[in-house]
């Protein structure tokens, strides 16, 4: 597709369960990120990854938090025994490479709500 | 510490007129760039414009235009000829020359009035 794809779009858990997000990065960019953007906030950085390298994972919020991207591509965020507070809307984006100037483009995002 | 400052949660604006949405930013890195995204209520983030730290000039962008001041390090976002379709979020955001992520703000939410 053109532009960046995540799925699903929303998803309703129950508390303790792990769930997996799914983002598609634009064909070619080599740079992808992970986001979480609660009610009403900013968003906040998760992950970065190069190629299939995560050289900064320091916005992880705790070990419950993991995510891999594989071929250059393909990345899955996972979250282990879901809290409440797991609740938001979580933004994967990529760009070309990893410039100063280099804008990154955004999916649509996955609302996550844990019940 | 917060890298990047909006003070102004919400903002209005009648149709046609000009706004100023405000940015302020903290980084000792002497290289970096600062981006302003739009966030409407659908969701997506749209990438406005972009200014290096080292531009002499700031940057436009049809009715988007950047009012840089480095040495306040403020990096303010001008709306021009403000349209209803302009009401959205809006995130200032900076990258870093020693790091790899966008640092966003909190948002600034403006309302255009007709």
């Known amino acids: 597709g053109a532009g960046v794809s995540q799925s699903p779009s929303n998803k309703v858990t129950e508390k303790g369960k792990d769930v997996e997000l799914r983002c598609d990065p634009i064909?070619?960019?080599?740079?992808l990120y992970w986001y979480r953007q609660s009610l009403g906030q900013g968003l906040e950085f998760l992950i970065y990854?190069?190629?299939?390298?995560?050289?900064?994972k320091s916005g992880l919020p705790s070990d419950r938090f993991s995510a891999e991207r594989t071929g250059g591509s393909v990345s899955t965020l996972t979250i282990q025994r879901t809290q409440q507070e797991d609740s938001a809307v979580y933004l994967c984006?990529?760009?070309?490479?990893?410039?100063?100037?280099?804008?990154?483009?955004f999916g649509q995002g996955t609302r996550l709500t844990v019940v | 510490a917060q890298k990047i400052t909006q003070t102004q949660p919400g903002m209005f604006v009648q149709e046609k007129e000009a706004v100023t949405l405000d940015c302020t930013y903290d980084?000792?890195?002497?290289?970096?760039?600062l981006f302003w995204y739009k966030q409407p209520s659908s969701g997506e983030m749209i990438f406005l414009i972009y200014q290096g730290s080292y531009d002499e000039q700031n940057a436009t962008e049809g009715r988007y235009s950047l009012n840089f001041q480095k040495a306040r390090k403020s990096a303010n976002l001008v709306i021009s000829a403000s349209q209803l379709g302009d009401s959205a979020m809006y995130f200032c955001a900076m990258r870093e020359v020693s790091g790899y992520a966008l640092n966003f703000g909190k948002g600034t939410s403006l309302l255009v009035t007709p």
């Open positions: 064909s070619g960019h080599t740079a």
């Open positions: 984006a990529s760009s070309f490479r990893t410039g100063l100037n280099t804008e990154a483009f």
């Open positions: 990854f190069q190629g299939n390298s995560a050289p900064d």
């Open positions: 980084t000792s890195d002497q290289s970096y760039g």
